[in-house]
């Protein structure tokens, strides 16, 4: 099993900034990929932002420019910046990785426990 640890979250006024950090651990033989979604009460959750391997990122059209993904590889974490913050990417955000075990031949997706992030007017 993979556990995906989120942190960084809060409460931040309109225009200011935060980042986001979400630690992957557990039976990882590599990860393929790991990105970012925000997700409203009721709706569905939307891509943020995401990071392959190799240092391919996609961005979101409503956060490209603001936001900022990264990756440290060797401690298995990405990272959210999040600048010029607005009251509507209030959300909870989460992240996911896909994930690749030595003993199987697909690889699987795991999601964090979400943190949320609210930004006042």
């Known amino acids: 099993q993979v556990q995906l640890v989120e942190s960084g979250g809060g409460l931040v006024q309109a225009g200011g900034s935060l980042r986001l950090s979400c630690a992957a651990s557990?039976?990882?033989?590599?990860?393929?990929?790991m990105g970012w979604y925000r997700q409203d009460p009721g709706k569905q959750r939307e891509l943020v932002a995401v990071s392959r391997s190799g240092g391919n990122t996609h961005y979101a059209d409503s956060w490209k420019g603001r936001f900022t993904i990264s990756r440290d590889n060797a401690k298995d974490t990405v990272y959210l910046q999040m600048n010029s913050l607005k009251p509507e990417d209030t959300g909870v955000y989460y992240c996911n990785a896909e994930v690749a075990h030595s003993d199987y031949p697909t690889s699987f997706l795991y999601w964090g426990q979400g943190t949320q992030v609210t930004v006042s007017s």
């Open positions: 557990g039976r990882i033989f590599s990860i393929n990929a």
